[in-house]
DNA sequence: ATTTGATTTAACCAATTGGTCAAATTTACG
DNA sequence: CGTAAATTTGACCAATTGGTTAAATCAAAT
């Protein structure tokens, strides 16, 4: 269709409006998402977008660029919009909270991002270094090192008990995301496979979670 | 060799002393853990086992089967394990304090087993009812209300701040497994891929997560 | 309308993969 | 020993998989 280059310009376009390279794109997602880089393949993506699979090695030449495409995405998403909740001048606790509200409704809008790169990333860390090297000055040093000063000015302040950054940073990572890596296992085991009863404790972890860690932190 | 049905019995045996059998299930334990259900290749598990692909489908029928074995055994490893861990009648700062160091020392002797459980069983959340299904009675629930019964009382006689029972299960098995399912991302990012780094940052956890709950749910 | 370049397709291919089978070898046992 | 059962092997197969190719179609500029 020859409005393709002025349609595919919007966002509320439909599927069939999109151009076929986005489509292949989005049909990858969700393939690899699911099923993982070996357990993909190519002839399901090219039918979830709706064209044949030549039309797929004419875009994206094999299925590790295409495979790299879509991680590399996954993975930009979360990392750098990770660090930057991290990056303000507000006092820790505030930070804190901002960060928690904030990743546990990022995770929640992407829940399946998490377990496919970590597991991916598990069965072939070699990829983590590919991204470093193509994006040369990652900030996340600076960060992790202000976020370090920054405790510990608060805790000769007394508002802060003394505690790690680096620990801390992990802690409050690890308790947001568990309950998304872990869905099955916690909806079966915590919910007796209760999809709403899961559902609900999604809902309130973000409170929880929260008050959890100031009650540790806070002098 | 005939003197296989003796040799086999002692634990101290080298490999090319076990029965075939359990070299298989050892050869696929590697395979699959690292490569995955989809990744994992007959041959390779063959190969690893020095036996034949053949020899493979005589004792395991199909991949499946095979598969089913595996990830069943590394579940039972880390479930009934963790559950166990809460149930002893100590109070609730001992007994948390117990179960990290537990669960912690846990992971570390088998840092591939989680990643591995929880993106199967994201890729297939069906295989956990199976397991369910198997094992009649998993007495979880009784733990689970146990534990939060006694929870109840100690928040009562003042010792504790009020805190659900589930929500604090989550949190600490969160803080513990994720330096382990998060290996790469972490090791990379906050630690400049130095192994060395990691390894000591994973060796002071015990105590951090350790004092992080207490203080937090101490009254 | 013709040409040019980009896009799309159907048919095909070589390699890999899980799985089989019949024959050979080894083990257990009377 | 001899033989029946269990174990092990090499050769093989059908299906699947990632990837290719040459031809067809389409959009746009001359």
């Not at 190519?42 to 991680?71: C, P, S, W």
């Not at 507000?90 to 909270?97: L, T």
Request: charged share 25%; hydrophobic share 45%; net charge positive.
């Amino acid at each position: 269709m020859w409005l393709n280059y002025i349609v595919n310009t919007y966002s509320f376009m439909k599927e069939h409006e999109k151009n076929t390279e986005q489509k292949i794109l989005d049909a990858a997602e969700d393939v690899f998402m699911i099923k993982g880089m070996s357990g993909a393949r190519m002839q399901e993506i090219a039918d979830k977008a709706g064209i044949n699979k030549a039309l797929l090695h004419y875009y994206y030449r094999t299925k590790d660029k295409l495979f790299e495409k879509v991680f590399e995405k996954a993975f930009k998403i979360f990392i750098p919009k990770t660090l930057g909740m991290m990056s303000s001048d507000k006092p820790v606790i505030e930070k804190i909270e901002f960060f928690v509200n904030n990743y546990i409704s990022l995770l929640y809008k992407h829940p399946f991002i998490p377990s496919f790169v970590l597991s991916e990333l598990n069965r072939n860390p070699q990829i983590l270094v590919n991204i470093f090297e193509k994006n040369i000055q990652f900030t996340e040093n600076d960060i992790l090192e202000n976020f370090d000063k920054q405790i510990k000015t608060e805790v000769e302040a007394g508002i802060l008990k003394p505690v790690d950054a680096r620990n801390l940073m992990v802690n409050i990572i690890g308790m947001c995301i568990f309950p998304i890596i872990g869905r099955p296992v916690i909806q079966g085991v915590l919910f007796e496979n209760n999809k709403a009863k899961y559902n609900e404790f999604l809902k309130q972890r973000k409170e929880f979670v929260k008050e959890f860690i100031i009650n540790s932190i806070k002098a």
